[in-house]
């Protein structure tokens, strides 16, 4: 990413947070239209509009003035109207769809954008390179250094970390002989691993060394959903700890604590950073947007499968309140975050 002002760099975090909003609204919006839906207004921030255009099938597209959100207006949503067109005298499933289709859209956003990522710059793979020791263990007793390159141990060549691993696990105790390249020159070495209680299994003290390396498409793919699995386990442990024992409160931040981060690590990291920070706040934002929170499409899936449970709506008018007092909480909620992160920006705080 080429050099950008401080301007620039909070423009490209404000665009970033924009596409973000508009897939996930583009997903509640195709499948609206797919499920036969009529979509009054598809709209990108919130506030005043600052552009706004109407479609072919009558739904108008806006821009508005924050950047705080956005959203997808469903004709005869949140309310009583006596027409079949009307959101609310749709089937459950059809307004099922349409509400997880958010969520999901920024799932499957993370997700391209990971496996183009692991593709171009690619992921850190160990290789049979010491990268660090372990004081007192085998290996530096031994007199192996970082950086030493392991060729191969009982005569058996080493061209993956895996295979130098399984040796050393299974050896149980018994002396190997580790064939090692360092700088020019070439030398053997005894290590004999120690079993360590804490891994149930024999070491020897040592990391492999790790190198950024593109992966191939398929490779790439398998990747890419491991690590999205394993951000969406990371983001539900995490608030589990903020709710359960207050861990994390002090690092909440709102939109503009986003930007600034963004921007930040832009800056220091460029375009890879930027792209590995779309794709975690994608996720999040996907993760974020199910939890059962008034406001949110989440609660909106509870009402459904409550509908579907009970074989018959709840009052509409009720729904639209609570989801109507969700919203204004949340935007008071991001308002009060927004506040404290000028305040630490400035560093009032």
């Given at each position: ?11 490209a975090a404000?665009?970033?947070l ?25 709209a ?6 600052l552009?706004s ?5 009558g ?7 924050l950047?705080?959100?956005?959203f997808?207006?469903?004709y005869g949503?949140?309310?009583?109207v006596?027409?079949p067109?009307?959101y609310?005298?749709?089937p ?7 509400v997880?289709?958010g ?9 391209v ?7 171009v ?10 990268g660090?020791?372990d004081d007192?263990?085998?290996a ?5 250094l ?8 009982d005569?058996l060549p ?20 580790f ?20 891994h149930?299994?024999?070491?020897t ?5 790790t190198?950024?390396?593109p ?37 909440i931040?709102?939109?503009?604590g ?9 800056r220091?990291?460029g ?5 590995y ?5 994608s ?11 008034p ?14 449970i009970?074989?018959k709506?709840l ?8 989801h109507?007092?969700?919203v204004v ?10 506040y ?7 560093g009032?705080r």
């Open positions: 990413m080429a050099q950008l002002t401080t301007l620039g760099y909070i423009l404000l665009f970033m924009g596409v973000l909003i508009m897939f996930h609204e583009l997903g509640h919006y195709l499948a609206a239209r797919w499920c036969g839906m009529e979509v009054k207004e598809f990108i921030g919130m506030g005043p509009k552009f255009r109407k479609g072919k099938h739904t108008l597209f806006s821009l508005r003035v950047p705080m959100g956005g997808c207006l469903y949503e949140d309310q009583e006596d027409d067109r009307a609310n005298r749709q459950v499933w059809k307004r099922f769809v349409s997880i289709a969520p999901l859209m920024n799932f499957l956003l993370a997700l954008v990971a496996v183009v990522f692991f593709m710059w690619g992921a850190d793979l160990p290789v049979p390179v010491i660090t020791l007192g263990m085998p530096a007793e031994a007199g192996l970082p950086g030493d390159t392991i060729l191969a141990i005569g080493i061209s993956q970390t895996k295979e130098a691993v399984d040796l050393v696990h299974g050896s149980e105790g018994r002396p190997l002989a064939t090692v390249a360092r700088g020019e020159s070439e030398f053997s070495v005894t290590v004999t691993p120690r079993y360590v209680k804490e149930d299994t024999y070491l003290g040592f990391r492999f060394a190198v950024q390396t992966l191939p498409f398929g490779t790439a793919i398998s990747t890419s959903v491991s690590f999205c699995r394993h951000v969406v386990v990371v983001t539900y442990q995490s608030l589990g700890d903020l709710i359960f024992r207050g861990e994390g409160t002090e690092e931040t709102g939109p503009v986003i930007v600034n981060v963004i921007q930040e690590q832009t220091a990291g375009l890879p950073i930027y792209l920070l779309a794709m975690l706040i996720i999040n934002l996907g993760f974020m947007n199910l939890l059962p929170i406001g949110l499409d989440g609660s909106r899936l509870i009402f459904n499968i409550v509908e579907a009970r074989r709506p009052n509409r008018n009720v729904e639209g309140m609570i109507f007092v969700g909480a949340l935007l008071g909620v991001m308002l009060i975050f927004t404290q992160d000028i305040l630490h920006i400035i009032v």
